[in-house]
């Protein structure tokens, strides 16, 4: 069984930076892609980005394309999420998330397993 547990989450000014971490236990999904998610107050979940297993296959959505980066290696905590010069409206919990397929993904059905989510806080 696939768990992830977020943390890195936390209150920073505009123009600041966090990096996100994603640990994850099991490997259910071992080579499966994975993704971060956020939702805002109001505001449904949406990708921010995926990646495959390799690290070969990579999304960012547009709202955050040159400022965030998500990376995935082998070690404890497998999956980040880089991200930098923080604007207000990044403001939202952040979910990591395990993909069940393999192939790069952005759209949420494709996602299986789901942390508990981190709150990251922008204030302007």
């Known amino acids: 069984q696939v768990q992830l547990v977020e943390s890195g989450g936390g209150l920073v000014q505009a123009g600041g930076s966090l990096r996100l971490s994603c640990a994850t236990s099991?490997?259910?999904?071992?080579?499966?892609?994975m993704g971060w998610f956020r939702q805002a107050p109001g505001k449904e979940r949406e990708i921010v980005a995926c990646?495959?297993?390799?690290?070969?296959?990579?999304f960012h959505a547009d709202s955050v394309k040159d400022r965030f980066i998500i990376s995935r290696d082998k070690a404890k905590n497998p999956l980040y999420l880089q991200m930098n010069s923080l604007k207000p409206e990044d403001t939202a919990v952040y979910y990591c998330a395990a993909s069940s397929i393999r192939e790069l993904s952005a759209d949420i059905k494709d996602y299986a397993a789901w942390g508990q989510g981190t709150q990251v806080t922008v204030s302007s």
């Open positions: 990646i495959t297993r390799d690290g070969g296959s990579i």
């Open positions: 099991g490997r259910t999904f071992s080579g499966y892609a």
